[in-house]
């Protein structure tokens, strides 16, 4: 049979075999050749290891990265040619090292890397699984897993180092949640090790959170994508988060305690090197920050803790251990919120300017929990050199529940702003309002199950073909059960008295799937595009998702790079954009308003058209390397479904009765501007309106009466934040750098809000404060283990890390939202909720 009739053939075998394996059935497995596993050190001149340095075959695609101690494991094909391999270790800043390899004798190898002091060359080094499909893509930002660690921040939360990027806003150190590019936090896909995590569906304030999914711990790369994602990622409207796992290649471990909680990891191999493990565990309460909320006191008793596992198994044969492996992510967390308020004190102006107090005094308990198991189970297999195929299942249940019994008593009074009198700052004329009482039985159930099947070929290193299908249940039971009324000196109007009561159930399938193609068109220019399709059985609609890419360097600028994304984006509505929460209103004989929440099963997916266009320019300053990106956008949004935001809730009006667009600007400069130590300055501007159907102002004469109506046409989205900056700085001192500082500072134009319920001013009121947060971090390695790899035996200490955290240095007034107080004469006082005051935390990291 002539050579390239054996070829093709070769080609459709595998092809088959793919199918195969996705449908569950036995398929033979194509001869590839033997493998050996390479493992070794990497380190600087100094001695200390060096993490993230990228080790590869020079010749062969893939590829590993090391880990925070410096090791690596890679599997390396025996050369046909007889020709020894040479394994290629690169970073940034460094000088790449070339090292043969003897595959009879199997090597440990200890490499270690001098500081680059020359002019920066275009090298690009290729991290683990990384092909053409992942280089040069528009709007992905990557991020060092060690700066997490080292970010000052309330929490310690992961989410927290996105807050310093472009285009990222997240007014509230208390959340974990993050909007991107005028969207809302229901609009970001994250992703594990490729699995798609969920988040809590009843939390409406942010003292209520956890922590974000991520363990900071276990993060061994990051990948960020603010728009214009390739097909291969899901089906949402504003950001993609990708997160992998570090893969260990020997053991280790830490231990991190702070004022508001711990963490604990432990990470280790096999003696054969076939199984690995990373195991963490968190654990936060949140009492010590709560405290410093400056409009409530009362005992606060907010914890939560997680626990996951990450397991991987080399199944392959001796002599290729990675060509099929299996791996496991689980995770469960446990949040038990409890609060027993007691007073509250806020001084606040009104619209004439006059400052103001509010005095409340609370009675009753206030409880929330929720409890979530998720899981995600991967077999990969290398058919050939060229084809890879991946079978995912993954699988979530969530267990809600949200306990209210509070009764509020509050009076006003105004504040003596005289600084001569006696009384300066007290308050004076003080008088009765009313009260306000809020009971709360909600339950809900979330189950989630999924099935995915990916492939992926490269037939040669300037292409890589994509695919992929999945096929998922959704399962949500939700009981609505609250009542609320406002008592203002004595009288309850009607319309004060409200309750919602319900018993929702939905059960839904989603099918999915996506191809796309990556090619070099020189190498100078890369392309990708694809499709995507999201099918969901509520409403029966069908989606479709075309996506492009294009990557172009010009040859007298090797170190410049043009970027170019435009793409269709749908995101099908899940559970929370279903529920309408002013449908089926009925009176009741007692003069209480009864809210019947529905599902609109009608609800069509919405869709977001993005135009994206950016540079990134990588140069040296100071013999030291730095790169500067910048992005344009704009993003026209079609069948809206509005939203009002309540602290952390979001209320949807579960109808597709608007458009939307937002445009902006991006930048980001990052480098070592202190030797050895990576530090960012981030800038986004942004513009977000959108137009809905049916909404109106009234029109005033000069008296004030009422004389017709118009059309508002483009208001404020409520994430129109105009301009946002973030800056990360990192520093050492010059003659010990183990003495850092850290500076984290977040600043952002304030926000649209307007009374809940009130149409009329909806997007064309009053804006929010800005927020303004300052955190700074110092550091002491107080000690370093002395002594080799070879003598380190498990368990040991390896260095201890102390820190001191100044958080929210500038004491700011940050405002997480506002409560709405009226009075009998029915004039509403938009009440601000503060966030947390200035406080110190200690920290402490024990590696072993």
Same mark, same amino acid.
């Given at each position: ?6 070829? #093709? ?12 394996? &996705? ?33 590869? &075959?020079?010749?062969?695609? +893939? ?48 490499? %270690? ?80 090790? +490729? ?47 990708? #997160? ?53 006191? +009362? ?30 992510? %689980? ?196 392309? %990708? ?37 435009? +793409? ?94 937002? @445009? ?126 070879? @003598? ?52 402490? &990291?024990?590696?072993?």
């Amino acid at each position: 049979m002539p050579h390239r009739y054996r070829r #093709i053939l070769a080609a459709r075998l595998g092809w088959l075999t793919l199918c195969l394996m &996705i449908l569950g059935l036995p398929a033979a497995q194509a001869q590839q050749a033997a493998r050996i596993l390479v493992t070794g050190t990497v380190r600087d001149a100094a001695g200390q290891p060096l993490e993230l340095v990228g080790v590869g &075959i020079e010749g062969q695609p +893939g590829g590993t990265s090391t880990d925070s101690r410096g090791r690596f494991a890679l599997s390396v094909a025996r050369p046909v040619s007889g020709r020894a391999p040479v394994l290629v270790a690169r970073r940034l800043g460094f000088v790449a090292v070339r090292q043969p390899l003897d595959l009879d004798r199997g090597q440990e190898l200890s490499l %270690t890397l001098a500081a680059d002091n020359q002019a920066l060359k275009n090298v690009t080094v290729r991290g683990r699984n990384e092909d053409a499909s992942t280089r040069e893509q528009v709007s992905i930002t990557r991020i060092d897993p060690r700066s997490v660690k080292e970010l000052p921040s309330a929490f310690g939360d992961f989410n927290k180092i996105l807050t310093t990027l472009p285009g990222v806003v997240a007014n509230n150190e208390l959340t974990s949640t993050y909007s991107v590019r005028g969207g809302n936090y229901d609009e970001n896909l994250v992703y594990v090790n +490729g699995i798609e995590v969920y988040r809590p569906f009843l939390i409406t304030a942010s003292q209520q959170e956890g922590l974000s999914f991520v363990n900071p711990d276990l993060v061994g790369k990051i990948e960020f994508s603010s728009g214009g994602w390739q097909p291969k990622y899901g089906d949402k409207l504003s950001s993609v988060l990708s #997160i992998d796992y570090k893969k260990p290649a020997q053991f280790g471990g830490s231990a991190t305690a702070s004022l508001v909680g711990g963490t604990m990891h432990v990470e280790a191999t096999s003696p054969n090197k076939r199984v690995s493990y990373l195991a963490g565990i968190r654990y936060k309460n949140a009492s010590y920050v709560l405290r410093s909320l400056r409009a409530q006191r +009362g005992d606060y008793n907010p914890t939560f803790y997680d626990a996951q596992v990450y397991v991987t198994a080399a199944l392959g044969p001796r002599d290729d251990r990675e060509r099929t492996s299996l791996s496991l992510l %689980t995770s469960v967390a446990h949040n038990d919120y409890r609060l027993t308020p007691e007073s509250g004190q806020v001084t606040f102006s009104t619209a004439t300017n006059q400052v103001s107090r509010l005095f409340v005094q609370y009675d009753g308990y206030e409880r929330m929990q929720y409890d979530t198991y998720q899981s995600g189970l991967s077999l990969k297999h290398n058919f050939t050199s060229t084809l890879q195929g991946e079978l995912l299942g993954g699988a979530m249940f969530s267990r809600e529940l949200e306990y209210r019994d509070v009764e509020a008593r509050y009076s006003f009074a105004e504040i003596n702003r005289d600084p001569k009198s006696p009384d300066f700052n007290q308050a004076v004329r003080q008088r009765d309002v009313g009260s306000r009482f809020d009971n709360s039985r909600n339950y809900l159930t979330a189950r989630v199950f999924n099935l995915e099947g990916r492939g992926r070929w490269t037939p040669g290193s300037r292409h890589s073909v994509r695919w992929g299908a999945k096929a998922g249940r959704e399962q949500l039971q939700d009981q609505l059960n609250e009542y609320s009324f406002a008592d203002s000196a004595g009288f309850v109007p009607d319309y004060r008295r409200t309750r919602l009561l319900t018993d929702l159930d939905l059960t839904s399938f989603r099918y999915q799937g996506y191809a796309q193609h990556t090619v070099e068109l020189d190498s100078l220019q890369t392309l %990708t595009y694809g499709v995507r399709a999201n099918y969901w059985s509520v409403n029966g609609q069908l989606t479709i998702s075309p996506r492009l890419q294009y990557s172009f360097t010009p040859r007298r600028h090797p170190n410049l790079s043009y970027k170019l994304a435009t +793409g269709v984006y749908y995101q099908p509505p899940f559970y929370r954009e279903l529920r309408d929460q002013n449908s089926g209103t009925r009176a009741t004989p007692q003069s209480v308003l009864v809210q019947q929440p529905t599902l609109n099963a009608e609800l069509r997916a919405q869709r977001s058209l993005h135009f994206i266009a950016g540079t990134e320019l990588r140069f040296r300053q100071w013999e030291r390397p730095f790169k500067l990106s910048s992005e344009v956008y704009y993003k026209y949004l079609t069948d809206v479904i509005p939203y009002d935001v309540d602290n952390v809730r979001l209320r949807y009006f579960a109808k597709n009765n608007a458009t939307a667009y937002a @445009a902006g600007l991006d930048a980001r400069v990052s480098g070592e501007f202190v030797k050895g130590s990576e530090s960012w300055f981030s800038l986004g501007v942004l513009t977000t309106r959108e137009n809905v159907a049916g909404d109106f102002t009234v029109l005033r004469n000069a008296q004030n009466d009422s004389i017709g109506f118009a059309e508002k046409g483009y208001i404020r989205r409520p994430a129109d934040q105009r301009l946002n900056f973030g800056i990360f700085f990192q520093d050492q001192l010059p003659n010990n750098p183990t003495v850092k500082g850290y500076v984290n500072l977040v600043f952002g134009t304030g926000l649209p809000f307007s009374i809940p319920g009130n149409q009329e001013l909806r997007g064309t009121s009053a804006l929010t404060r800005s927020y303004k947060r300052v955190d700074l971090g110092f550091s002491k390695i107080l000690f370093v283990a002395n002594r080799s790899e070879a @003598a380190r035996r498990p368990g040991q200490l390896e260095s201890l890390w102390l820190g001191l955290e100044i958080l929210n240095v500038l004491d700011a007034n940050n405002v997480a939202g506002y409560s709405y107080v009226q009075d009998v004469n029915g004039r509403t006082y938009a009440v601000p909720n503060y966030l947390s005051q200035r406080i110190i935390n200690l920290r402490a &990291i024990a590696r072993f």
